[in-house]
C-alpha cells in the first residue's frame, strides 16, 4: 500500500462505478418532483430582496486599461470600464451629449472618451450622465439598477459565500436564452431532472431532503456523483439555495471539494413589458479542495477556465431548454405563471 493510502483519513477522489445503468432502466423522478414544491421554493426565492443588484459578468473581463464592456440589463443599457487605478466605474450606456453607444468608445489614462465628439467621462456625475452603483466581489461583476429591480435599495449585493479568496479556481461561463429569470431560477430549483437530462454529467442523484419552506432551513440537499469518465466519479452531498430572486447557488458540502460552489445569476437583458424576454445566464464555478496537489490546479487556472467553461456550456446548452420551454409554456397559458 502506498504511503499516501496508509495516511489516516485518507480517501481517493474518485469511485469506480461498477454498474452501468441504462437510461430507461433508472428509477422515474416524476412523483418526488413536485410542481408545488418546486413552485414553492421559486416563491420564496422571489420574496427575498436582491437591493436591486444584477450580476453583469465576470470581473477580468473588465480589465484596465481595456476596452469598455457593454451590457443591457431590464432594457437599461449599461457601460462598464475600470480606472487605471482599477477602480470599476458603470453608468448609462448612451453618451449624454448626442447617445452615442459607449460601448464603442476607449479608455484613455483610466477615463472613457466617446468616440463620436471625444465627450470624456471620469465616473463621476456630469452633463447629465450620472454613475450606477457598482461592485466587484473578485470573481463577478454587479450593478445596480433601481429603476429596473424597483425594490428598497442596498449598499451591497447579496453574494453568495464561497471558499477563502485565493484558495480555489474559478471560472465564469455566460449564456442568453429567451425566457425571463424565474424560467432560469425555476430549473436550478428542480435537481430531480439531473441524472434524467444530464447523464453525461450526474449519476447516482437522489434528494435526501427538500426544502422545508423555514428560511433557516430553505435547502434542497443532494446525493449525487459527478461523472469524470465512463465508470469514474466523484460522489459528493451538496446544498442548493436561493438567497436572493435571480441566484441560486450549489454548494458541496460533502465528499470532494467541499465548499466548493456552483453559482447560478440570472439577468434580465429585456424590460418586463417585452414580449419576447430574454434572460442571460451567468454562471460562476468556483472550485476548491483541501487537498495537497490541488495548488497545482490552482496554477494551471488559466488553462482549466476553458475547460470549466466548456462544461457549463454542455449542461447550459440542455438546461436553457429547459427554461426556454418553461417560459413557452406560461406565455400561452398551458402551465401556471
Not at 298 to 320: F, H, K, N, V
Request: proline share 8%; charged share 25%.
Amino acid at each position: 500500500m502506498s504511503d499516501r493510502a496508509d495516511r489516516a483519513g485518507w480517501k481517493p477522489p474518485l469511485r469506480r462505478r461498477r454498474r452501468r445503468a441504462d437510461w430507461a432502466t433508472r428509477l422515474p423522478t416524476w412523483r418526488e418532483a413536485c410542481p408545488a414544491l418546486i413552485a414553492g421554493a421559486l416563491k420564496r426565492a422571489s420574496a427575498r430582496p436582491s437591493g436591486n443588484w444584477f450580476v453583469v459578468g465576470a470581473s477580468r473581463d473588465v480589465r484596465a486599461g481595456g476596452r469598455p464592456c457593454g451590457r443591457t440589463v431590464g432594457g437599461v443599457e449599461v457601460v462598464l470600464w475600470r480606472s487605471d487605478a482599477g477602480e470599476l466605474q458603470a453608468g448609462p450606456g448612451a453618451c449624454p451629449h448626442l447617445g452615442a453607444p459607449l460601448r464603442d468608445s476607449r479608455v484613455r489614462c483610466g477615463t472613457l472618451v466617446c468616440h463620436w465628439h471625444g465627450l470624456v467621462l471620469d465616473g463621476g456625475s456630469f452633463a447629465g450622465w450620472d454613475p450606477y452603483p457598482v461592485h466587484d466581489d473578485g470573481v463577478l461583476v454587479w450593478v445596480r439598477l433601481d429603476t429596473v429591480g424597483g425594490e428598497e435599495p442596498s449598499e451591497r449585493p447579496v453574494v453568495p459565500v464561497r471558499p477563502a479568496a485565493g484558495s480555489g479556481v474559478d471560472a465564469v461561463f455566460q449564456a442568453v436564452g429567451r425566457c425571463e429569470p424565474q424560467d432560469v431560477v425555476a430549473n436550478r430549483l428542480d435537481p430531480w431532472h439531473g441524472s434524467w437530462f444530464h447523464p453525461y454529467s450526474f449519476v447516482d442523484l437522489t434528494v435526501a431532503r427538500p426544502p422545508r419552506g423555514e428560511e433557516e432551513d430553505d435547502a434542497f440537499v443532494v446525493d449525487v456523483s459527478f461523472r469524470v469518465t465512463g465508470s469514474l466519479v466523484a460522489p459528493v452531498r451538496a446544498e442548493f439555495t436561493a438567497p436572493e430572486p435571480r441566484t441560486v447557488v450549489m454548494r458541496i458540502t460533502e465528499g470532494e471539494g467541499v465548499t466548493s460552489v456552483v453559482e447560478t445569476h440570472a439577468t434580465p437583458l429585456t424590460g418586463e413589458a417585452d414580449e419576447r424576454p430574454r434572460t442571460a445566464v451567468v454562471e460562476a464555478v468556483v472550485a476548491a479542495s483541501d487537498r495537497r496537489g490541488f495548488a497545482l490546479a490552482r496554477a494551471a487556472a488559466p488553462a482549466l477556465r476553458p475547460l470549466m467553461r466548456r462544461t457549463a456550456a454542455r449542461l447550459w446548452r440542455d438546461d436553457l431548454a429547459y427554461a426556454e420551454r418553461r417560459w413557452a409554456l406560461r406565455s400561452t397559458g398551458r402551465f401556471p405563471a
